[in-house]
């Protein structure tokens, strides 16, 4: 059974621009999440997608945003970058109902100079 | 809310002993735990996982304790190899979500 794929690995912006990463789940799970990971404050959770709906939400400021689609793709855009966006963006997906494994895509690396 | 720190952010072992990773969580209510491993340039690798009616659960060279009384979790790798290398980290589900929070991680070094 394939991974979680992410896309694209690398990308680099420019302050003010935007950005939309995709990834694609585990065959069969139907929740996925979104995860930042910095050197300074590690795995941060961004938000979750459950059958095209957002279920859960962490503590980031209205320009991350995200969203699922109906094969359970999921695509998480950031709008009017920072410098302090530069990250590796993790996608993870689970079955997501009553099963709580969660398996990692590679991530995207975002550089915004 | 929650929160989950690590006790070390770095352990060095001999090629061959074994590995004791810690890691401490916060909310009493907290009933799902994975260790992750995480290589430079990779994504988060599931090792193992673990609920809260369990004290404790083995794998393939790897065992994961769970103490709920003091809210710690330990990760136990058996004779260490230089493929163990690694930043690990403990992820906690937040309880009624599919919200995991993360500890800091520790990193491996094995010497040979």
Redesign the interface.
């Known amino acids: 059974k394939a991974g979680v794929t992410q896309t694209p690995r690398y990308l680099i912006k420019t302050r003010g621009q935007q950005v939309t990463l995709s990834c694609s789940p585990i065959s069969g799970h139907r929740s996925v999440s979104w995860y930042q990971q910095t050197p300074g404050q590690g795995l941060q959770f961004l938000f979750e997608y459950f059958s095209e709906t957002q279920r859960n939400k962490g503590n980031f400021p209205g320009r991350f945003s995200g969203r699922q689609f109906s094969n359970s793709r999921s695509e998480m855009n950031v709008s009017t970058l920072e410098l302090g966006d530069s990250a590796l963006y993790l996608c993870a997906s689970t079955v997501g109902q009553g099963a709580y494994e969660q398996y990692f895509g590679p991530g995207t690396r975002l550089t915004v100079t | 809310g929650e929160s989950v720190g690590l006790h070390l952010p770095t352990l060095s072992v001999q090629e061959g002993d074994n590995s004791i990773i810690n890691c401490a969580y916060s909310n009493s209510a907290s009933d ?1 735990f ?1 260790w ?1 491993k995480q290589e430079s340039g ?5 090792i193992i ?1 673990i609920r809260s009616n369990m004290d404790k659960r083995q794998g393939q060279r790897v065992t994961v304790l769970l103490n709920k009384t003091v809210k710690h979790l330990s990760l136990q790798i058996a004779a260490t190899q230089p493929g163990d290398s690694a930043v690990y ?1 403990c ?1 906690v ?1 937040v309880s009624g ?9 520790t990193r491996l070094k094995v010497l040979a």
């Open positions: 799902y994975i992750y990779k994504g988060p690798q599931f996982d980290f992820a589900l979500t599919y919200k995991y929070i993360f500890g800091t991680g």
